[in-house]
């Protein structure tokens, strides 16, 4: 069977608010004004894909859950136009939607759900400084273009070429865990080893890590912790809760530490793996604390394991150390986050490359 992977082109009014009001009609924007997609600007992303990465327009990067829609680069594109991104913006976007169509990353799942989850981006190697994603102070401030637009894009693809009206963006709060980010680690003030070399990269290779990501909440040391072990028992009891579904089993949760917290825990002698292990023994919820009828929710695993425990057993935050997902962002301050993620979804990290599978050099 053949399949026209050619984006649809429309003939509309040649007016900023006409074209603004048919697209917002037709339920293909995030509510907020769009950039139009002429085929003046749409032209010059797909210029610069075929010259960085040898893609053509009608090259298939992914089908997206849950209708099966065919993200070509032309409506990758299109999408990115929309959402104010620059040529440059393409490499890493595409990448991007090859992560999320990747069957363990369960994108529809994450489409379709209630919970408040959305796709998070981090960038790893030169790329990040290359397009200028902010990994530093204030990293999802309206200030970096890149950050703010490439996380725009990638929800209006998920939107306009994998959703179906009625069947998506049903979370219960909706953008209140949806603003679009795309952000980068901060490699330069990171003690260990970056995601991407963790996950068997060259560092100088460039990578995106898509994490199923619901709202963050901030765990406030406020300075007080003065050794990596004290700070160790605030992370451990901010991050395990009832309502952290990752206790639930088969998640895997996030921990974004700001640089100064990261240097505590290493120059107190911690490696990441260390960290990990330290919060998987001690970020526990006490089963007691759980309403039984919760308990309906937990993973076939967790309630073979525990279902029927001593009240008093303590269930851990993830179902190995290594699900722990840790990344240094952020600047000056003692301020972290604790991010738990959408079970029944891997974070997924692909490298960004040209079309022939050689990585992206910049």
Same mark, same amino acid.
């Given at each position: 069977?053949?399949?026209?992977?050619?984006?649809?082109?429309?003939?509309?009014?040649?007016?900023y608010? =006409?074209?603004n009001a048919?697209f917002?009609?037709?339920?293909l924007?995030?509510? %907020?004004?769009?950039?139009?997609?002429?085929?003046?600007?749409?032209?010059?992303?797909?210029? !610069?894909?075929e010259?960085?990465? $040898?893609?053509g327009?009608?090259?298939?990067?992914?089908?997206?859950?849950?209708?099966?829609?065919?993200a070509?680069?032309?409506?990758?594109a299109t999408?990115?136009v929309m959402?104010?991104c *620059?040529?440059e !913006?393409?490499? #890493?976007?595409?990448?991007?939607?090859a =992560?999320?169509?990747e069957?363990?990353?369960n994108?529809?799942?994450?489409?379709?759900?209630?919970?408040?989850?959305?796709?998070l981006?981090?960038?790893?190697g &030169?790329? =990040?400084?290359?397009?200028n994603?902010n990994c530093? !102070?204030?990293?999802t401030?309206?200030?970096w273009q890149?950050?703010?637009?490439?996380?725009?894009?990638?929800?209006?693809?998920m939107?306009?070429v994998?959703?179906?009206?009625g069947?998506?963006?049903i979370?219960?709060?909706g953008?209140?865990?949806?603003f679009?980010?795309?952000?980068?680690?901060n490699e330069?003030?990171?003690p @260990?080893?970056?995601?991407?070399? /963790?996950?068997?990269f060259d560092?100088g290779t460039?990578t995106?890590?898509?994490?199923?990501a619901?709202p963050?909440?901030m765990?406030?040391?406020?300075g007080?912790?003065q050794s990596?072990r004290?700070l %160790?028992?605030?992370?451990? +009891?901010?991050?395990?809760?009832?309502g952290?579904r990752?206790?639930?089993?088969?998640?895997?949760p996030?921990?974004?530490?700001?640089?100064?917290?990261?240097r505590?825990?290493?120059n107190? $002698?911690y490696?990441?793996?260390?960290?990990?292990?330290?919060? @998987?023994?001690?970020?526990?919820?006490?089963?007691?604390?759980?309403?039984a009828?919760?308990?309906v929710s937990? +993973?076939?695993?967790?309630?073979?394991l525990?279902?029927?425990?001593?009240?008093e057993?303590r269930i &851990?935050?993830?179902?190995k150390p /290594?699900d722990?997902v840790?990344? #240094?962002?952020?600047?000056?301050?003692?301020h972290?986050?604790? #991010?738990?993620? *959408?079970?029944?979804c /891997?974070h997924v990290? #692909?490298p960004?490359q040209?079309?022939d599978?050689?990585?992206l050099?910049?």
């Amino acid at each position: 069977m053949n399949v026209d992977l050619s984006a649809r082109t429309l003939q509309l009014e040649d007016s900023y608010d =006409a074209i603004n009001a048919w697209f917002l009609e037709h339920d293909l924007t995030d509510g %907020l004004p769009i950039v139009p997609p002429t085929e003046a600007r749409v032209v010059p992303m797909l210029a !610069y894909a075929e010259r960085t990465l $040898g893609f053509g327009a009608t090259d298939l990067i992914a089908p997206l859950a849950p209708k099966q829609g065919l993200a070509t680069v032309e409506k990758i594109a299109t999408n990115a136009v929309m959402a104010g991104c *620059r040529p440059e !913006y393409m490499p #890493v976007l595409i990448a991007c939607v090859a =992560a999320i169509g990747e069957p363990r990353f369960n994108l529809d799942a994450l489409q379709t759900s209630t919970h408040n989850t959305s796709p998070l981006p981090i960038v790893n190697g &030169p790329i =990040a400084k290359a397009i200028n994603l902010n990994c530093g !102070y204030n990293y999802t401030g309206s200030s970096w273009q890149s950050t703010a637009a490439i996380g725009r894009a990638l929800r209006l693809v998920m939107s306009n070429v994998g959703g179906t009206p009625g069947s998506i963006n049903i979370h219960t709060q909706g953008h209140i865990a949806r603003f679009e980010h795309c952000i980068a680690e901060n490699e330069t003030e990171n003690p @260990w080893h970056p995601l991407h070399v /963790e996950h068997g990269f060259d560092p100088g290779t460039s990578t995106v890590t898509v994490i199923a990501a619901c709202p963050a909440a901030m765990i406030d040391d406020n300075g007080g912790s003065q050794s990596a072990r004290d700070l %160790l028992r605030t992370l451990a +009891s901010s991050i395990a809760y009832v309502g952290n579904r990752n206790t639930n089993g088969e998640g895997q949760p996030l921990l974004i530490l700001a640089p100064q917290h990261a240097r505590l825990l290493a120059n107190g $002698g911690y490696s990441k793996a260390e960290v990990k292990h330290f919060l @998987w023994e001690h970020a526990r919820v006490r089963v007691g604390d759980i309403p039984a009828g919760n308990l309906v929710s937990f +993973s076939r695993r967790n309630m073979k394991l525990y279902a029927e425990v001593d009240p008093e057993y303590r269930i &851990p935050i993830a179902e190995k150390p /290594e699900d722990i997902v840790i990344v #240094v962002m952020g600047g000056a301050g003692t301020h972290s986050l604790s #991010v738990q993620t *959408r079970l029944a979804c /891997e974070h997924v990290t #692909v490298p960004i490359q040209r079309k022939d599978g050689t990585p992206l050099r910049v």
